[in-house]
């Protein structure tokens, strides 16, 4: 049985949002309506007495992690902070220096001072398009984590596998990238990471189409076994994994159905403050 956790709802609003004025419609559109889709409904909150521990699970407020462009970072962090329960502000890359001659970098501390408390590390887009390596992802991981800010460390395989042998080739990429990622990181630093396995091929930018749950679920109890070799069984129970890609208030249930996904990172959806605003409600109610 799983330690009682909150769900995780991560939101990456990638490039989407890419004015201060749609950075404030948003806003506009969330803020009012935040605290309803985040309290469970009545029947909800009567169902947990009877002691339903998968209830009780879904029903504790979700842990929201709002991923902002850096130039919108200020205004996003002034706009939450009288929001309850808790959102928590995150970045979406940072630099593996803390500080010197490197133009254009956003460095750990920048980000610490800017009041964020995670950044996402080794998306695909970031690999792909800025050519980010296996030993830049493991330089800013351990960035991150040494300057007090948590890290989501995205793994995942470009081609949905459609026989055994890409299935392995799949098992053999998640395995490699999550082990390059967590070189020299230390067991104690582990509870500061949320590792995400996104299947390239699911990312809204590429197909549009999901995974199921059930092989987000199986990916994920693999994740949790390479876990347990890296460090241990305690810490591949304990360890925070969720599901991305193509994740949207129509399917995000299905996800948090399966007791090894412990929350859900969608992009696209999460740049739409309707659709995001249902997500949490689905996560919230379990439906
Ligand atoms: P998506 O993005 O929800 O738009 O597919 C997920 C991600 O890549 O972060």
């Given at each position: 049985m799983h330690a009682l956790k909150s769900k995780i709802i991560i939101a990456n609003w990638k490039a989407y949002v890419t004015t201060r004025k749609a950075l404030r419609a948003y806003f506009g559109a969330f803020a009012g309506r935040y605290q309803k889709a985040v309290t469970p409904s009545s029947a909800l909150v009567r169902s947990t007495r009877q002691k339903d521990q998968a209830v009780h699970r879904r029903?504790?407020?979700?842990?929201i992690v709002l991923c902002i462009p850096f130039p919108f970072?200020?205004?996003?962090?002034?706009?939450?902070?009288?929001?309850?329960?808790?959102?928590?502000?995150?970045?979406?890359?940072?630099?593996?220096?803390?500080?010197?001659?490197?133009?254009?970098?956003?460095?750990?501390?920048?980000?610490?001072?800017?009041?964020?408390?995670?950044?996402?590390?080794?998306?695909?887009?970031?690999?792909?398009?800025?050519?980010?390596?296996?030993?830049?992802?493991?330089?800013?991981?351990?960035?991150?984590?040494?300057?007090g800010i948590g890290v989501i460390l995205c793994v995942g395989e470009s081609a949905r596998a459609a026989d055994d042998d890409q299935m392995r080739e799949n098992l053999d990429t998640v395995r490699m990238q999550l082990g390059r990622a967590l070189e020299g990181v230390k067991k104690s630093h582990i509870k500061n990471i949320i590792v995400v396995y996104e299947p390239v091929w699911a990312i809204s930018g590429f197909s549009g189409v999901a995974d199921t749950p059930e092989n987000a679920a199986r990916m994920i109890l693999y994740i949790r076994r390479i876990l347990a070799k890296l460090y241990d069984a305690s810490v591949a129970k304990t360890a925070r994994v969720i599901y991305g890609g193509s994740v949207s208030s129509q399917n995000v249930a299905g996800f948090l159905r399966e007791e090894t996904i412990d929350g859900v990172l969608p992009g696209h959806a999460s740049a739409n403050p309707r659709e995001f605003l249902w997500i949490i409600r689905a996560v919230v109610e379990g439906r």
């Open positions: 029903n504790s407020a979700p842990d970072l200020d205004e996003a962090r002034q706009a939450i902070q009288n929001l309850k329960p808790t959102l928590l502000l995150g970045a979406q890359d940072v630099f593996w220096e803390p500080g010197g001659p490197y133009t254009g970098a956003v460095t750990p501390p920048m980000l610490k001072d800017a009041g964020v408390s995670y950044v996402i590390v080794g998306h695909s887009e970031r690999r792909k398009h800025f050519s980010e390596t296996d030993d830049v992802i493991a330089k800013k991981v351990r960035a991150a984590l040494d300057a």
